[in-house]
């Protein structure tokens, strides 16, 4: 049985937690207390990742092993202090109000609705229509392996310093791995989602066929890297740097730098190890927003694309996305 409601002070607020002992991670047994206590132990960093953006919430109510709730409209019986950002969904042509985080204690507040994973957009609240932020999802077909992820990480790399663009990167808490750009927001979607689309053909060309940017999933190669430029597509979200996963093992989308690359796994880092090494070295991407990167040369990438006969990929919305 849960136990009853504690009260965790969180900076200078306060929030209820109920059914604390509620077991939400099976492989350990870590609860809801403790996927709390996770949060607050690197507030800097999921603070940083979230701040500004409209977010939608993966809650597990009953954990991890339970029903899967993906909610874009922010819960009722939010505390007073819990900022929304309005968006506006064009194909049904409705609004929905997404959690804006702007405090550790919004965070927790959304463990208490059971929240595990956070997926914010691309932009932010002072302008939702223009990213911020480019994100690489590196991600592998059912037949390539972590090695294969990891040496198309390392092209991407080498394309973004040639670019004079510095990439952050962070495992996914999957099989993948993410790099993100922090981007001037002078651009829409459709040209974000462009200039990813020309980065990831220019990894492709060098990648000896490991990269496989074939427009429906059925058709990959299953052995291939799928360099997904879809996620710079609106409303395209990914877990936040610092997010739990939602599976058994309790695993985190964690910064990495470049040179832990080859050796980090991506299960070496759940809500039992991260802690202490953000205690050790802080939040790897605390100085993104230090590095802007203006999109020109990709988007002349583009264009010098579509000169030669590159054909543009259709809307995101028609692909076969997990």
């Known amino acids: 049985m849960a136990g009853s409601a504690v009260e965790l002070e969180v900076g200078d607020r306060k929030v209820r937690l109920s059914s604390p002992d509620r077991v939400y ?27 500004d953006r409209p977010c939608m919430l993966h809650r597990f109510p009953t954990g991890v092993s ?16 819990v900022q929304t950002v309005r968006v506006h969904f064009p194909r049904w042509n409705r609004t929905a109000d997404e959690l804006c985080v702007q405090h550790p204690a919004d965070v927790v507040w959304a463990v208490q609705m059971s929240t595990v994973e956070f997926h914010p957009w691309n932009s932010r609240q002072a302008d939702v229509e223009k990213p911020d932020e480019w994100r690489i999802d590196l991600d592998p077909g059912p037949k390539a392996t972590y ?3 990891r040496r198309v990480a390392h092209i991407s790399h080498e394309v973004l310093d040639e670019l004079g663009a510095t990439g952050w990167p962070k495992t996914s808490g999957g099989k993948g ?25 220019e990894v492709g060309r060098r990648s000896d066929g490991l990269v496989d940017l074939t427009w429906w999933r059925k058709d990959r190669d299953p052995a291939t890297i799928f360099v ?4 710079n597509a609106r409303d395209h979200t990914i877990a936040a740097a610092y997010s739990v996963r939602g599976v058994p093992e309790a695993v985190v989308s964690t910064p990495i730098r470049w040179d832990e690359i080859d050796d980090a796994e991506p299960g070496d880092f759940t809500i039992a190890t991260v802690p202490a090494r953000f205690a050790e070295l802080g939040d790897l991407h605390a100085g993104i927003d230090d590095s802007v990167y203006l999109l020109d040369e990709l988007l002349e990438w583009a264009d010098r694309d579509a000169r030669e006969g590159a054909e543009e990929p259709p809307d995101a919305d028609t692909q076969d996305l997990d």
């Open 66 to 81: 339970g029903e899967k709730v993906h909610q874009k409209r922010l819960p009722k019986g939010a505390p007073e202090w």
């Open 147 to 149: 090695a294969d992820v």
């Open 177 to 201: 791995m993410h790099i993100y750009v922090r981007i001037e927001p002078r651009w829409g979607f459709q040209d974000v989602r462009r200039a990813a689309h020309a980065f990831a053909r």
């Open 25 to 51: 991670f099976p492989a350990r047994g870590e609860t809801k207390l403790d996927l709390a206590r996770y949060y607050m132990a690197v507030s800097d960093g999921i603070v940083r990742a979230l701040r």
């Open 228 to 231: 997904d430029y879809n996620q």
